[in-house]
């Protein structure tokens, strides 16, 4: 009696899990609509490879792969969360201008090549290979190499 419980809880959990986490393609149009109009006015005329929809347990996201292997994740309502543009650099207007001011200051021979943020803090990678994390109010809290 006891393995027919151990399996059933095991066989539920697995159900959870495999229902819980799906990608789905989805077309431009079907993202939200801020999340359009920021690869609007910052790819414009670059070419989408691959839009979907993530469905996590009780997140949804979307990530955008265009064809120069650039990548965008966006959160469910349309605000990005992470871009990453691995052969170029992150556009200038992406960037708050805190960050892109102490890059400036500190490190002005690189650029940042990907950035992503989590409601608490921002993680810049820069073309030197430094990671800057800030913090929300944009104070730098650490430095990896």
């Not at 095991?10 to 159900?15: E, P, R, S, T, V």
């Not at 986490?21 to 790819?43: K, S, Y």
């Not at 959160?75 to 201008?97: H, L, M, Q, R």
């Not at 890059?103 to 950035?115: E, F, L, R």
Request: hydrophobic share 40%; proline share 5%; with cysteine.
């Amino acid at each position: 009696m006891k393995k027919v419980i151990i399996f059933t809880i095991a066989l539920l959990a697995f159900g959870t899990t495999v229902q819980a986490e799906t990608d789905r393609p989805i077309t431009i149009n079907q993202l939200p609509e801020n999340a359009q109009a920021f690869i609007q006015q910052h790819f414009p005329g670059e070419k989408i490879s691959l839009a979907k929809m993530e469905r996590e347990f009780m997140e949804t996201t979307y990530e955008i792969i265009f064809t120069n292997g650039s990548k965008i994740d966006f959160f469910k309502n349309g605000e990005w969360k992470e871009v990453d543009c691995k052969y170029a650099t992150v556009p200038p207007a992406v960037i708050p201008s805190q960050i892109a001011n102490y890059i400036s200051q500190n490190y002005p021979d690189a650029s940042v090549v990907q950035i992503d943020w989590d409601k608490r803090e921002y993680e810049v990678k820069l073309t030197n290979g430094l990671e800057l994390t800030f913090n929300k109010n944009f104070y730098i809290i650490d430095i990896d190499d």
